[in-house]
């Protein structure tokens, strides 16, 4: 709805359009001072084995309180780093948090179990993330091969030609690769088999209407077919309902995350988890009646 005068546009004086470029301005000022600080959080979600029921790998997922804005989603706030030029700053701290939480849950003794964190699309195209790694998990002491480094498929499409040695360098760094958000990035089977990944995230959208849409078994099942053929491991993301997991194992996917087993839980309640598993007491009941 922007005013027109004798073909003068005025659309960049309305209101509406300030508050949110005066929205992302503070974000941005205070997201610096937030990395910093000790404004932003990790979160952790169980990935979990649906046979045994127990937790395999937990994934970082950020949270952030800003004390004018309130909670602010992780979406807005890697859009943030990304236009503001943080993406560098706010990847490592997330990197360096996971990697010195898990070697917290070492010092405990609980039961480990592998950690995945998520990486912005500029610190995958315009960094060195193989160099920040190499420096992060020198300076925790994290053990590699359980660092789990989640790149969604369309990141990987944003520089096609470099992706494989990209993804090579990593792998040579001793960490697994997950491609997040499998099934909506369009990228073709010979882009795909040309990438060294260890795993493929199935994307929550494909999950969710597993009992609307007749056509969606289907497509679950084509990609188990492909990851089976690629020798990946398969997650399924967004399990609300019980029925899914039954429709999940129906379809050759044998992991997944979601609210039917646990939101993500801060640092206090992962670990309770993680001890009450090394106890053996069963976290998720996969009974056929009464699970969770
Ligand atoms: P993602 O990596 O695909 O993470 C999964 C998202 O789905 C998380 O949202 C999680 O809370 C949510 N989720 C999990 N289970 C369910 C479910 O059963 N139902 C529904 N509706 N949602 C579920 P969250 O934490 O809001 O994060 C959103 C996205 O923001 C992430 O998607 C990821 O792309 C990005 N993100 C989050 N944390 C980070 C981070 O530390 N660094 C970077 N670069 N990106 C992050
Ligand atoms: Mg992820
Ligand atoms: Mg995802
Ligand atoms: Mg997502």
């Not at 993500?264 to 009974?287: C, K, N, W």
Request: glycine share 6%.
């Amino acid at each position: 709805r922007a005013k027109r005068d004798g073909g003068v546009s005025y659309r960049r004086f309305e209101p509406e359009m300030n508050d949110s470029l005066q929205r992302a301005n503070t974000l941005a000022r205070e997201l610096k001072t937030a990395i910093q600080g000790d404004e932003l959080s990790l979160h952790y979600q169980p990935v979990v084995a649906f046979d045994s029921g127990k937790i395999v790998s937990v994934e970082a997922l950020l949270r952030w309180h800003n004390p004018q804005y309130g909670y602010v989603s992780p979406v807005e706030v890697v859009a943030i780093a990304e236009q503001y030029g943080l993406a560098l700053e706010l990847n490592e701290w997330v990197i360096k948090q996971a990697c010195l939480q898990y070697q917290y849950w070492v010092s405990l003794g609980l039961e480990t179990v592998c950690v995945a964190v998520n990486i912005s699309p500029s610190m995958y195209v315009l960094h060195d993330l193989a160099a920040s790694l190499t420096r992060l998990l020198r300076e925790t002491g994290m053990p590699p091969e359980r660092l789990i480094v989640e790149v969604t498929e369309d990141t990987t499409m944003r520089d096609i030609e470099s992706s494989p040695d990209t993804l090579h360098n990593l792998k040579t760094l001793g960490v697994q690769i997950a491609l997040d958000d499998f099934g909506t990035g369009y990228s073709s089977l010979n882009h795909l088999k040309r990438l060294p990944v260890d795993k493929l995230k199935i994307d929550r959208s494909f999950i969710q209407d597993l009992n609307i849409t007749p056509k969606d078994p289907r497509i679950i099942r084509s990609i188990v077919n492909l990851a089976e053929s690629l020798d990946l491991q398969v997650i399924a993301e967004g399990i609300e309902f019980v029925q899914n997991v039954d429709d999940l194992i129906a379809e050759g996917c044998l992991l997944g995350q979601g609210y039917l087993f646990s939101k993500a839980v801060d640092s206090e309640r992962i670990v309770e988890m993680l001890s009450a598993q090394g106890q053996g007491i069963p976290l998720f009941q996969l009974g056929a009646d009464e699970r969770i």
